[in-house]
């Protein structure tokens, strides 16, 4: 399994950016839950936004209403819809697919499989 991400960029504060995601030889066909994780320079890693193969979503308390997770399981995409981006979101985005179908915690190991780091940079 392999997870291809695309979309970071840099933005001015208050513009949007969308970052996308494809899982590529993905066992079968099985649906697992996605997310997007994203850690900064000296912080810890965070898990930005989650969704289940049901939709179910969870999702950061800072950017609650300003991102939007959403996923084509017939596509095996997973995207993330940022908008009124400020300059604290500023991180590494990584893709990632968890073992099951439940949303693990973000400490969890069933956090298993991840894309290489998209680089999001939100200047004032």
């Not at 991400?5 to 949007?16: D, I, L, M, N």
């Not at 990584?94 to 298993?112: F, K, N, Q, V």
Request: a neutral charge; charged letters at 20%; glycine letters at 12%.
């Amino acid at each position: 399994v392999q997870l291809q991400a695309s979309g970071g960029g840099s933005v001015q504060a208050g513009e949007s950016l969308r970052l996308s995601c494809e899982v590529v030889g993905s066992g079968g066909g099985r649906i697992n839950a996605m997310g997007w994780f994203r850690q900064a320079p000296g912080k810890r890693r965070e898990l930005v936004a989650a969704i289940s193969p049901g939709g179910s979503t969870r999702y950061l308390d800072s950017v609650r209403g300003r991102f939007i997770i959403s996923r084509d399981n017939a596509k095996n995409t997973v995207s993330l819809q940022m908008n009124t981006l400020r300059p604290e979101d500023t991180a590494s985005y990584y893709c990632t697919r968890a073992i099951g179908d439940d949303i693990p915690h973000e400490d969890d190991l069933s956090w298993a499989y991840w894309g290489q780091g998209t680089l999001v940079t939100v200047s004032s």
